[in-house]
Structures are given as structure tokens and as C-alpha cells.
């Protein structure tokens, strides 16, 4: 199975929602489980600039505000469709979604 992990950071606020939209469209399968998932909280950090309509902030000025780094894996053919679904339910007007190939732990 050709796999992939997808990472995308989310305020705390908004976890749930991307989790539950992640695992909708089919994330998070490994074996006989759904929906999973791993996170682990951070913080990010951004300054909006000229011409952003930033759902947290202010433009011109440093932000900080407290994130989930949320994991899953899904398989490649997924991951575009995925992505798109992350994109429609996060409140962030440029969302990171990190992909990175996974060998298959089967193979291994």
C-alpha cells in the first residue's frame, strides 16, 4: 500500500473539527482502526502582512497563538482529496499541510 503522512497545524480551538474532517475523508486508517491520529501542542508564530485577512491577528503585528500539530496516515491516492477537505473546514486563510512518503511498516 503506497502511503502517506500528512501533518497540518490548527489553534487548539479548531483541533476537533480538522480531526473529525481528517478522518471523514478517510485519514487515520492503520489496520483494522480509523480516525487515528497523533498531536502534540506548540505554538506557532506569524505576522499577517499587507493585504491578509488573517482569522487570528492583526495585520503588520507578531502573532503567537497556542497549536496542535495533528499526524495522520492515509493512503497516496487520498492524500489530494484530503487536502482539499482540511482546507475547507480550517479557519486559517493559508493553511501548512506538510505530506512526506511513508514506506509501507508491513515491508518492514
Known amino acids: 500500500m503506497d502511503l ?3 501533518v497540518v497545524f490548527v489553534p ?3 483541533s476537533e473539527r480538522v480531526r ?3 478522518g471523514d475523508a478517510g485519514a487515520g486508517y492503520i489496520g483494522r482502526y480509523s480516525f487515528c ?3 502534540v501542542s506548540g505554538t506557532g508564530r506569524f505576522r499577517p502582512e499587507e493585504g491578509a485577512v488573517p482569522h487570528i491577528g492583526t495585520v503588520g503585528q ?3 497563538v ?3 500539530r495533528i499526524e495522520v496516515t492515509c493512503r497516496r491516492e487520498l492524500a489530494r482529496e484530503i487536502a ?3 482546507r475547507s473546514v ?3 486563510e493559508e493553511v501548512v499541510i506538510d505530506a512526506y512518503p511513508m514506506l509501507d511498516p508491513y515491508d518492514l
Do not use: I, N
Open 12 to 14: 487548539e480551538a479548531d
Open 62 to 64: 507578531l502573532e503567537t
Open 90 to 92: 480550517h479557519p486559517y
Open 4 to 6: 502517506v503522512k500528512l
Open 20 to 22: 473529525k474532517a481528517l
Open 84 to 86: 482539499q477537505v482540511v
Open 37 to 39: 491520529s497523533w498531536s
Open 66 to 68: 497556542a497549536e496542535e
